[in-house]
Each structure stands twice: as C-alpha cells, then as structure tokens.
C-alpha cells in the first residue's frame, strides 16, 4: 500500500509561482512511474505531468509546457510540481497518483490518490 499527501497550494495572482509537494509513504517510492493531475469544478480529471521511476521520461500536456516542471526526489519519497506564469484557469484541486499500467496521460491508469491540494490563482 502507498500513501500520498499532497501540499503547497494556496491563492496567487497570475503570473505568480507555487511548488506542489507529493509525499510518499508505504512501499518503496523509488520503484514508481508518478502523475500529477488536476480537477476543475465540474470537469473531468486532467493530466497534467508525468515522471517516470528514474526521471529520464518526463512528459507534459501542452498547456503546461515551459511553464510547470515535474521532478523527484526519490531519498525524500517526493515528487514535485513547480508551477511558474500561473493563469487563472490553472485553478484546480491538484492531485498526484502512482501510475499502475498503461500510458502516463489517462487518470484511469492511476492509483493510490492523495487528498489534492487546492490551487487558486486570481486575475
């Protein structure tokens, strides 16, 4: 079984920076593919990075490219989220998940959710 606890959301006027934390506990962390996603109210879960076991295969949606980065800490049982040039339709319940199979891009493929953290950016 793995644990996740998400933090490091808030409330930030666009163009503003926050780094989202994914905590692990459990079985060994270093062993798995990771996934940030975000869920708007009303809407669908969304991918939003991936990371794989040794950080050599990163991929992004497009809406995030040179804006956020995804990376680990694999000593810390940690994966991050550093989010730069926030938009207001970045905001969202964040959440990360431990992919279970199959392509990195569909929620479906995921488990071990944690809580979210919510990110709020104003205009």
């Known amino acids: 079984q793995v644990q996740l606890v998400e933090s490091g959301g808030g409330l930030v006027q666009a163009g503003g920076s926050l780094r989202l934390s994914c905590a692990a506990s459990?079985?060994?962390?270093?062993?798995?593919?990771m996934g940030w996603f975000r869920q708007a109210p009303g809407k669908e879960r969304e991918f939003i990075a991936a990371i794989n076991w040794s950080a050599n295969n990163i991929h992004y949606v497009d809406s995030v490219k040179g804006r956020f980065t995804i990376s680990r800490d694999n000593a810390k049982n940690t994966v991050y989220l550093q989010m730069n040039s926030l938009k207001p339709e970045d905001t969202a319940v964040y959440y990360c998940g431990v992919r279970l199979y199959g392509q990195p891009y569909r929620a479906g493929n995921y488990g071990y959710w944690g809580q979210g953290t919510q990110v709020t950016v104003s205009s």
């Open positions: 459990g079985r060994t962390f270093s062993n798995y593919d």
